[in-house]
């Protein structure tokens, strides 16, 4: 049985109908199978797929500029928090990713619900949410009661790049 895969060369990874909660389990997972040049990440149809990254696991993809999720209906967050490492500021940040899009995602509630300052996107230029009803349902609410009628996410998310 192999224990240990390691790919350091690899850009584009797509992973299709996997039956997993998660698919990196911490930092030291990460590492040892050397995704550090990964720019591409696509999940499809992962139906036990509850969170994407931990928050000790974000900054081993530095080189990450697309992100495409699409039909993992139990996908509650992109980020889960974790106490693997102590931090000034929780502070999350994908530096380089430039396209992040999720759709039929029936649970998926937020970017991350735990204990996070801020999550920032500096290089994002397209965002695509579409069929995540609990997300809308949850930041509707924050819609409606804006005067101005903007999208207002309780959490500080950064979006430098964003184009219209």
Known sequence: ????????????????????????????AVMSCGIQNLTRLTLSCCMNLRCLFSSSTVSSFVQLQCIEIVGCPVLEELIVMDNQEERKKN???????????????????????????????????????????????????????????????????SYTHLRA
Request: hydrophobic share 45%.
């Open 1 to 28: 049985m192999i224990e240990q895969v390691r790919l350091p060369e690899l850009e584009k990874l797509h992973l299709l109908s996997i039956n997993v909660e998660r698919i990196w389990q911490n930092q030291v």
């Open 91 to 157: 502070v999350v940040m994908f530096p380089q990713l430039q396209y992040l899009k999720m759709s039929d995602l029936e649970k998926f509630t937020s970017f991350c619900t735990g204990d996070l300052d801020i999550l920032e996107f500096p290089s994002l230029k397209e965002l695509w949410i579409y069929a995540c009803p609990e997300f809308m349902a949850r930041y509707k609410r924050t819609i409606n009661s804006s005067r101005t009628g903007h999208l207002l996410i309780s959490m500080p998310v």
